[in-house]
């Protein structure tokens, strides 16, 4: 049986991530707060989401 993905380095390390990039946005320009941070925060939630649906997966 497999551990949990929480518990998987790469996964804490994808989570801190986000965190930066979420800190990263709130100094982004007025202009690009709803194309790019959108993007940004989409894509670094989607590792966080591929490693975790990796980890539960029987390939």
Sequence with gaps: MRGSFKTLS????????VNLSYELIKIFP???KY???DQLRR???SV???????NGSHS
């Design 10 to 17: 790469v996964y804490q390390d994808a989570l801190h991530l």
């Design 30 to 32: 007025k202009q690009e």
């Design 35 to 37: 194309n790019l941070s």
């Design 43 to 45: 894509a670094c939630t």
């Design 48 to 54: 966080t989401l591929n490693i975790a649906e990796g």
